[in-house]
């Protein structure tokens, strides 16, 4: 079992640019969570995607944006990237209403210059 | 003052002691409660959930929870160099289930 897989591992981009991350969840799995974790700071909700709709969304800008597949693979988009987007991008999967017991994966670290 | 509060650290300890590692929230409709180990540079790993207050155990870690002091901990006995990382406490509130994280507490066992 692969687990939850996050792709690429480390980006850096430029302020305006766009910025596309995808996430595998784990096998079975088929919601997936999108988090944001600055230095220092404990993971922030952006959305989270079931059936290849977004079910929820935290506080964060239409900037981010997101898509899920059929196969459950899911990406987030970021357009006119800021400075105060750097963080570590996390993807966490689960089974529907088990969001207790999400596996995360191990992240995208971006830096926008 | 934010839902959840976790003092960052670090918290420096010598391999074998009792680790106390603690969160305070605001929101008293939080229901269930987890720690999260997050190694440097890998994202988080679930070490346990509860829905209740008491303790709850699992190996070398227990965790408490107090609601009507609205606080929880989580108790590392016979500490190792493996366990140094950052441990996240995260909560939720019935009928949601996305969790709200703290900042996290860095944790320095030496040998």
């Known amino acids: 079992d692969a687990g939850v897989t996050q792709s690429p591992t480390h980006l850096i981009k430029t302020r305006g640019q766009q910025v596309t991350l995808r996430c595998s969840p784990k096998s079975g799995h088929d919601t997936v969570s999108w988090y944001q974790q600055a230095l220092g700071q404990g993971p922030q909700f952006i959305f989270q995607y079931y059936e290849e709709e977004e079910r929820q969304r935290g506080n964060f800008p239409d900037r981010f944006s997101g898509h899920q597949f059929p196969n459950y693979s899911s990406e987030l988009n970021v357009n006119a990237l800021l400075l105060g987007d750097s963080a570590l991008y996390l993807c966490a999967s689960s089974f529907p209403g088990t969001d207790t017991e999400a596996f995360f994966g191990q992240g995208t670290r971006l830096t926008v210059v | 003052q934010k839902e959840v509060e976790q003092d960052p650290g670090p918290l420096s300890v010598p391999e074998g002691a009792i680790v106390s590692l603690n969160c305070t929230y605001s929101?008293?409709?939080?229901?269930?409660f987890m720690w999260y180990r997050q190694y440097s540079r890998k994202g988080p790993e679930l070490l346990m959930y509860?829905?209740?207050?008491g303790n709850k155990e699992d190996g070398r870690f227990t965790a408490q929870v107090d609601k009507s002091s609205k606080y929880i901990s989580l108790f590392i006995r016979d500490s190792q160099p493996s366990d140094s990382a950052t441990y996240l406490c995260?909560?939720?509130?019935?009928?949601?289930?996305?969790?709200?994280f703290g900042r996290g507490t860095s944790l320095i066992v030496h040998p």
């Open positions: 509860t829905y209740s207050s």
């Open positions: 995260a909560m939720g509130a019935g009928g949601s289930y996305i969790p709200t």
């Open positions: 929101n008293s409709a939080f229901q269930y």
